[in-house]
């Protein structure tokens, strides 16, 4: 799947997924995010609706993934509906979640959830220091286990801070407990927020080093070594996240990258995908982009690898098959 939509991406120069932050309201208060402090901004999120009409576009547009996230999706009533519209609409459909409240509504969504993520920093009392919420990585585990046995693909994604550089093992052994894969992003830094959590590049090292050997021995740990070492070295790359993702947020907002630039391309309420992504800055836009190399997120790397056709990382992710997941 992620192979053909990429293709379909290289050759028409056209975003394949749309990441939306269904809301910023949140109820954590985690260290390495700054979005729940936008949580007041509720009031103008986009309604039901509105987020119907902007799938709609999205289709028209050749947008044919969708992920929801936020802020803290599952505190969205009206989730299980959006999930549904979308798969309607033939999205492939994701949620990335903190998965406090997956125990409470893992029936109402689970029916239209391609690929589940689950964010799990620390398999100890750690985690529910680092996000500000008692009692969340048990709730999480728990909801895990209650999605488990569904077509729905589950994945932990961990994010590296200072906090948790000696959490891997521990992460891993969850992943293997669990028997589901887990990914593994340094932390990137939102404009200057809590910079101090950001790992040294010697700590990074370091840890990276860990999870390629834990990866070796056998762990389901789903980044490719490709990425991993790109982690380790610090090396550069070409990115063209942009011409593969969109960004929405909650008010409708149009992005074309992930959290680091603002560049507001309108909003839904008044301007269709296809208009944008057809446009001459939009096109200037993300070939100036390919120099930024600003975040070492996952998707966006292991993307932006696989766009290029990298020899090596395509032999990699074909022998491992990783390549034609989603
Ligand atoms: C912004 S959250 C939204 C979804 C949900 N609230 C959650 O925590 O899973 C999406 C993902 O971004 C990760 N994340 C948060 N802050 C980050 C940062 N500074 N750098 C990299 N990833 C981050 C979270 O751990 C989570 O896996
Ligand atoms: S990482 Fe997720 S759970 Fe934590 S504050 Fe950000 S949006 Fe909320
Ligand atoms: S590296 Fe730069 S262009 Fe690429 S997604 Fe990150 S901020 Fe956007």
Redesign the pocket.
């Known amino acids: 799947m992620r192979f053909i939509n990429l293709m379909k991406s290289r050759f028409f120069h056209s975003p394949f997924r749309l990441i939306h932050d269904v809301t910023y309201r ?1 109820n ?1 208060k ?1 260290k ?2 700054e ?1 729940w402090k936008k949580s007041l901004d509720y009031k103008n999120e986009l309604t039901t609706e509105e987020i119907f009409e902007m799938l709609n576009n999205a289709k028209k547009a050749g947008i044919i993934m969708y992920a929801a ?5 599952l505190l969205r009533k009206d989730l299980p509906q959006l999930l549904q519209y979308a798969k309607k609409l033939n999205f492939v459909t994701t949620v ?3 998965g406090f409240y997956l125990k409470e509504r893992f029936y109402e969504i689970l029916p239209f959830i391609d690929y589940l ?3 799990i ?1 620390s398999n100890d009392e750690l985690h529910d220091e680092m996000r500000g919420l008692k009692g969340l990585r048990e709730k999480a585990i728990e909801g895990i286990r209650l999605c488990k046995n569904s077509k729905t693909k589950i994945t932990i ?1 961990s ?1 590296i801070s200072n906090l948790n550089l000696d959490k891997v093992e521990g992460l891993v052994e969850l992943s293997e407990e669990l028997e589901i894969p887990i990914i593994f ?1 340094p ?4 404009k200057g927020y809590n910079e101090n959590l950001k790992p040294t590049q010697p700590e990074l090292k370091k840890t990276f080093s860990k999870i390629i050997e834990l990866k070796k021995a056998g762990y389901k740990i789903s980044n490719s070594y490709y990425y991993l070492q790109y982690i380790v070295r610090n090396k550069s790359y070409a990115c063209h996240a942009p011409k593969c993702f969109t960004y929405v947020k909650p008010n409708g907002n149009i992005e074309s990258c992930c959290f680091i630039i603002d560049k507001v391309w309108g909003n839904v309420k008044e301007k269709k995908f296809k208009e944008i992504f057809e446009s001459k800055e939009f096109k200037e836009f993300y070939k100036k982009m390919e120099n930024c190399n600003k975040c070492s ?1 996952y998707a966006v790397i292991e993307t932006s690898l696989a766009y290029s056709l990298h020899p090596r990382y395509l032999f990699e992710n074909i022998f491992t098959s990783n390549f034609f997941k989603a």
């Open positions: 949140c954590c985690c390495i995010c979005r996230q936020g802020g803290e999706p990335i979640t903190n993520f689950v964010s920093d994604n994010v992003q932390m990137g830094v939102y997120v």
